[in-house]
T-cell receptor
Framework: GDSVTQMEGPVTLSEEAFLTINCTYT??????LFWYVQYPGEGLQLLLK?????DKGSNKGFEATYRKETTSFHLEKGSVQVSDSAVYFC?????????FGKGTMLLVSP | EPEVTQTPSHQVTQMGQEVILRCVPI?????FYWYRQILGQKVEFLVS????????KSEIFDDQFSVERPDGSNFTLKIRSTKLEDSAMYFC???????????????FGNGTRLTVT
């Protein structure tokens, strides 16, 4: 079945550092890929998505590229801010449901 | 921006008791979902609901669980006889279309933390 694997957290960075959170997936067919973010006390919010191979999703300075050859969708940001501290979930979209990874907590210190 | 609202934010119940988790999806959405996240584990799909019936459910969604849209706005998840392992964060979500992966993302509520003692 479909599955998503994310790097374990927490990821601890200083402000303005470069961020990478790794995500790989296993799926049948041609899924879409997503990153969701959960800020403290809030629900899951869509951060970005890519619907086919080589697509790049981007939002709020975050980027991820759908790599079919490596079955990956790594999240990157060039310069993180304290306000980016949250839990980040990689997810795979099939026909009607989402399959999530475990989530990676990001802690950014000033 | 319209949002999905869930109540209560935290529910504590004793093992064996029935609980009802409530959700108000976004008003023009037609597809509704429940997901849950046990602490430290993945967010897992429970059930999807469309046109007043379950369209898909996971192995987790056994006879102890039921969903209902009792009126035009609420969407509820009932657990008939709670077990300790039902302790989790439960997320409601809604979508405009059935293939949220490609056309419209799922919009999630803030979740209800259920603690079974």
């Amino acid at each position: 079945g479909d599955s998503v694997t994310q790097m374990e957290g927490p990821v601890t960075l200083s402000e303005e550092a470069f961020l990478t959170i790794n995500c790989t997936y296993t799926a049948t067919g041609y899924p879409s890929l997503f990153w969701y973010v959960q800020y403290p006390g809030e629900g899951l919010q869509l951060l970005l998505k890519a619907t086919k191979a080589d697509d790049k999703g981007s939002n709020k300075g975050f980027e991820a590229t759908y790599r079919k050859e490596t079955t990956s969708f790594h999240l990157e940001k060039g310069s993180v801010q304290v306000s980016d501290s949250a839990v980040y979930f990689c997810a795979l979209g099939g026909y009607s449901t989402l399959t999530f990874g475990k989530g990676t907590m990001l802690l950014v210190s000033p | 921006e319209p949002e999905v609202t869930q109540t209560p934010s935290h529910q504590v119940t004793q093992m064996g008791q029935e609980v009802i988790l409530r959700c108000v999806p976004i008003s023009n959405h037609l597809y509704f979902y429940w997901y849950r996240q046990i602490l430290g584990q993945k967010v897992e799909f429970l059930v999807s609901f469309y046109n007043n019936e379950i369209s898909e459910k996971s192995e987790i969604f056994d006879d102890q669980f039921s969903v209902e849209r009792p009126d035009g706005s609420n969407f509820t998840l009932k657990i008939r006889s709670t077990k300790l392992e039902d302790s989790a964060m439960y997320f409601c979500a809604s979508s405009e279309v059935r293939t949220p992966a490609r056309y419209s993302p799922l919009h999630f509520g803030n979740g209800t933390r259920l603690t079974v003692t």
